[in-house]
């Protein structure tokens, strides 16, 4: 099984849904490439980040929390009401910072074994699918 460090924006942005990578929707994929060992593509990005999301709730549960996600709901609500994508980006800043120093700056993933997915055929029967939409 393969370990990589990544930073709590890209782990966070995987556990939650909510994209807090400095990087964007790119640290969001380096992570869920790794962890799946399958590029991101438009046909398999919902499937890859919800398997990714599972895993990363189940090595590291805290950041699934009843607490860190009526923080999340707070600053959802916050945000919704400022105008200024400066604002907002500082309003976000401020949460990973307050959670960096909560939970550290970064943590060792696991990358999701092949077999995992063969096992129960999940990523042969999603491809197969898409494959029959697009020919």
């Not at 929707?25 to 962890?35: A, K, L, P, Q, S």
């Not at 999340?72 to 959670?99: C, G, P, T």
Request: hydrophobic content about 40%; charged content about 20%; proline content about 1%.
């Amino acid at each position: 099984m393969n370990i990589k460090k990544f930073v709590l924006g890209e782990v966070l942005s995987v556990s939650t849904g909510v994209v807090f990578s400095d990087r964007g929707i790119d640290g969001v994929n380096n992570i869920v490439t790794f962890m799946s060992g399958c590029k991101v593509e438009i046909h398999n990005a919902v499937f890859l980040y919800a398997e990714c999301r599972y895993y990363i709730n189940k090595q590291y549960p805290f950041l699934n929390s009843e607490v860190l996600n009526v923080e999340l709901s707070k600053l959802y609500h916050a945000i919704v009401h400022v105008n200024s994508k400066d604002m907002r980006d500082q309003m976000v800043l401020k949460f990973v910072v307050k959670k960096k120093v909560q939970f550290g700056d970064s943590f060792d993933v696991k990358s999701i074994q092949k077999h995992l997915f063969e096992q129960d055929g999940s990523i042969n029967v999603f491809e197969n699918m898409m494959r029959s939409f697009t020919g």
